[in-house]
Structure formats: C-alpha cells, structure tokens
C-alpha cells in the first residue's frame, strides 16, 4: 500500500478503518463495487479517502 507521509490525514482512524473494513470485503467484491454499494458518486473516492488525499464531507457521509 503506498502511504502519504507527509499527508495529516494519513493515518486517521477513519482511513485505519476503510483500510481495514475495504480489506475484508475485498475477496468478495472489488473496491469499486464496496464504494458505489457506500453511496459514493465518484467510485474513486473511497481509495482517496483511505490513502489520505481526500477527507469526506460530512454532508455526505451515508
């Protein structure tokens, strides 16, 4: 997994969480797949949001 060192948000428990939570789905379902049945738009979202690049606007949380 690549990490965003100098990214503040990197290691929130938030991204901790989808981390691990992503990683127990995936057997059975591909990351796009965990995130459109989340609610998420922009399929991509979830993987910038458990990398650090993206914090989720809480308005939008499911």
Known sequence: MKTNAGC????TQLTRFLENRVLQLRP???QIEIAAEAGF???NMLA???NGSA???LDQVP
């Open 8 to 11: 503040a948000s990197s290691h």
């Open 28 to 30: 059975g379902d591909p």
């Open 55 to 57: 914090q989720p606007l």
């Open 41 to 43: 738009v922009q399929t």
């Open 48 to 50: 910038m949001i458990r």
